[in-house]
């Protein structure tokens, strides 16, 4: 089975809406039947259509919203360790 690289997927589609599916797959060498699977795939799925393999095909919002979480799991991590560090320089300069 070979590889293709999503900007060769990219142009193959855009290719084959402009020369036909048949043409198009014959030109690049690519089945048909693959062209029909990449055009599916950009129906459904649009510009995460192709992700790469074992990637998991998360939309932006969603990574943008998950990327805010674990920064706000860090800073409320950092801002703990400061609190105990407070405390503790704050119980040292009572003795």
Known sequence: MRGYDKEFKEEAIKLSYELGIRAAAEQLGV???????????????GSI??????N???????AEVRAMEKK?????????????AL???AGSQKK
Request: aromatic residues 14%; glycine residues 6%.
């Open 31 to 45: 089945p048909v039947t693959t062209l029909y699977t990449w055009r599916n795939r950009t129906k459904q799925y």
């Open 49 to 54: 259509a192709f992700v790469g393999s074992g």
């Open 56 to 62: 998991k095909r998360i939309d932006p919002k969603t």
């Open 72 to 84: 706000i799991k860090e800073l409320e991590a950092a801002n703990d360790i400061l609190k105990r």
């Open 87 to 89: 405390g503790f320089f």
